[in-house]
């Protein structure tokens, strides 16, 4: 069992960044690929980008190039750091779990989840 938590949505201009945080709960937290996707309001769960337990990293093309993905397994904390921000971006920030690999961009694929954050950008 995993349980994740996350933190520091907000609201932020277009060309802002902003950090979110993922804290993960379970003593197998580094085995596990972590993933953020994002939802916004009438539109289905996006892929936003992935990390697999080794640090490998995989974007959604949406966000390549403006959002980094990283982990830090010693304290079971997954991050998002994100500049450039555009209203676009603007939606729910979810954190997702699952065993195994991180290329997998369909939310279907995750078993844990967040509640989630909210985000959003002004023009």
């Known amino acids: 069992q995993v349980q994740l938590v996350e933190s520091g949505g907000g609201l932020v201009q277009a060309g802002g960044s902003l950090r979110l945080s993922c804290a993960a709960s379970?003593?197998?937290?580094?085995?596990?690929?972590m993933g953020w996707f994002r939802q916004a309001p009438g539109k289905e769960r996006e892929f936003v980008t992935s990390?697999?337990?080794?640090?490998?990293?995989y974007y959604g093309d949406s966000v390549k190039g403006r959002f980094t993905i990283s982990r830090d397994n010693a304290k079971n904390m997954v991050y998002l750091q994100m500049n450039s921000l555009k209203p676009e971006d603007t939606a729910i920030y979810y954190c997702?779990?699952?065993?195994?690999?991180?290329?997998?961009?369909?939310?279907?694929?995750?078993?844990?989840w967040g509640q989630g954050t909210q985000v959003t950008v002004s023009s």
């Open positions: 997702a779990a699952r065993s195994g690999s991180a290329t997998f961009t369909e939310a279907r694929k995750y078993v844990y």
């Open positions: 379970g003593r197998t937290f580094s085995t596990y690929a």
């Open positions: 990390i697999s337990w080794s640090g490998s990293t």
